[in-house]
């Protein structure tokens, strides 16, 4: 790709995307390196208008984060709380339902489910969880439990994973959202979540998610004390699984917030991070077909830029979203189709709304 890049070095790295040549980890480390955001950016929005032209994706989803208290009590994490704490929670079934009628004439397609490791639910718990969801909304996709809370659930349950997986499919679970990981690295492991499952057990759990014939998503958690090299094993070892699968239907970078966290000292992430977070890994992910810029960590209006850094997806509605505002997110809790719709035109591309599937919904409804 003949560019005008700053830095010079980014020639080559466009040379091989022009070859259809995989790029290395070496070519990761500098495009994390380089000062030349605009170049990384043109490389991105190159391969990204070759896959999806001028194509924007969004869904109309709803969140359910069933219960905050959790064993696991990683540092990063603003959300979870002990079971004796103030503003500790729980849902009943009936919560559940009430919640999901509250918005049941709106065109929900996606319902995204995840909760903290609550040692007072038993495993029965999570399958009338999904079952209710279901019977409410028997048209939307569920999107449930991260690596981590199936691994949870394999032991709560006595079964195999494999076991597990398919229980929980039988009882209506579509697809799994991707995260759990956080940052595939030892070291970060060890200070910041050392009581979740470590990466190896990450990618054998997804592994077989896939295998059971369930999408998921992929994510990482950035800006808190990874290093650039971690941020490239990270995003190799998705794609190697990748390779191996072609389960992944989406990666989403996700940005740091350290209010209300063991971690509060760290400053929030730089515009500059979260674009070169979207571009490089549209760059590196050449098997991936989607890259997301998750405007609720991001906010909107950098979500806007980044469509053209790379991303072709804005998430969606997202309606009721807890976790990443408890960490002090200052974006929108909720959006309406309209709006999503308004901050995808105005940023030069055109709005399509999907399923959890990427398969665009059906014209006719009218925008709200």
Request: net charge negative; proline share 3%.
């Amino acid at each position: 790709m003949k560019l005008p890049f700053a830095d010079k070095r980014l020639g080559a790295i466009g040379s091989k995307l022009e070859n259809g040549t995989r790029l290395s980890k070496e070519d990761g480390l500098l495009l994390f390196e380089t000062q030349d955001l605009t170049g990384v950016g043109m490389l991105a929005d190159t391969v990204r208008r070759r896959r999806h032209n001028d194509t924007a994706y969004y869904v109309y989803n709803q969140h359910l984060n069933y219960t905050n208290i959790c064993k696991n009590r990683c540092r990063f994490c603003a959300y979870a709380v002990d079971r004796e704490d103030n503003g500790a929670y729980t849902w009943s079934m009936d919560e559940v339902e009430q919640r999901l009628r509250s918005r049941i004439d709106e065109p929900v397609n996606e319902l995204h489910i995840v909760g903290g490791l609550n040692p007072a639910l038993d495993f029965d718990y999570f399958i009338q969880l999904l079952k209710t969801v279901k019977r409410v909304r028997p048209t939307a996709s569920i999107k449930a439990f991260t690596c981590v809370e199936i691994d949870y659930l394999s032991g709560l349950s006595g079964l195999s994973v494999e076991e597990t997986i398919g229980a929980l499919k039988d009882a209506g679970l579509d697809m799994m959202p991707g995260g759990g990981a956080e940052v595939m690295s030892d070291r970060v492991r060890n200070e910041l979540f050392p009581k979740k499952i470590d990466s190896k057990r990450w990618l054998t759990i997804m592994e077989a998610v896939h295998n059971s014939g369930l999408t998921s998503n992929a994510t990482m958690l950035y800006g808190h004390m990874e290093t650039l090299e971690e941020r490239v094993d990270h995003l190799l070892k998705l794609r190697e699984l990748q390779d191996r699968t072609h389960g992944f239907s989406a990666y989403i970078p996700l940005a740091f917030h350290s209010a209300n966290t063991k971690l509060p000292h760290l400053p929030a992430t730089t515009a500059m991070d979260d674009l070169k977070n979207i571009a490089v890994a549209r760059l590196l992910l050449d098997n991936f077909d989607h890259i997301k810029a998750y405007w609720v960590m991001i906010g909107e209006k950098l979500a806007q830029v980044a469509l053209s850094y790379g991303a072709d997806d804005l998430d969606g509605t997202i309606i009721e979203e807890r976790i990443t505002h408890t960490a002090g997110a200052t974006s929108a809790k909720g959006l309406t189709r309209k709006q999503m719709e308004r901050m995808i035109r105005s940023s030069g591309f055109v709005p399509v709304e999907r399923d959890s599937f990427y398969r665009p919904v059906s014209p006719g409804q009218e925008v709200s």
